[in-house]
Nanobody, 123 residues
């Protein structure tokens, strides 16, 4: 059974940085594409970033461009989302998702999801 667990979310101020972690268990995450999504209050789920199995071509959402950086450490079975210069609109529950066959922005294509971690940006 594939289990994903996000952590690292908390209350921060605008301009702060934060690193989220997505730890996998029950599977070798090195063989999976992993993506981060987020859902802000009253908003639809939004794609944030994705990284392929080799970690060589990370893709981040436009709103996070230059601020969101996805990476993976397969030795720790973990994928990270580094967020810098956080803005109020970054407030959301952040989810990681994994797929053995798909890489892209469509959340419906990811078979495995974590429970989410809350990031709140507030002054």
């Amino acid at each position: 059974q594939v289990l994903l667990e996000e952590s690292g979310g908390r209350l921060v101020r605008p301009g702060d940085s934060l690193r989220l972690s997505c730890a996998a268990s029950g599977v070798n995450i090195s063989t999976f594409t992993v993506a981060w999504f987020r859902r802000g209050p009253g908003k639809e789920r939004e794609f944030a970033a994705v990284i392929n199995v080799h970690g060589r071509r990370p893709v981040s959402v436009e709103s996070g461009k230059g601020r969101f950086f996805i990476s993976r450490d397969n030795t720790k079975n973990t994928v990270y989302l580094q967020m810098r210069n956080l803005e109020l609109d970054d407030t959301a529950v952040y989810y990681c998702a994994a797929s053995a066959t798909y890489i892209g922005r469509d959340g419906g294509q990811y078979a495995f999801w974590g429970q989410g971690t809350q990031v709140t940006v507030s002054s």
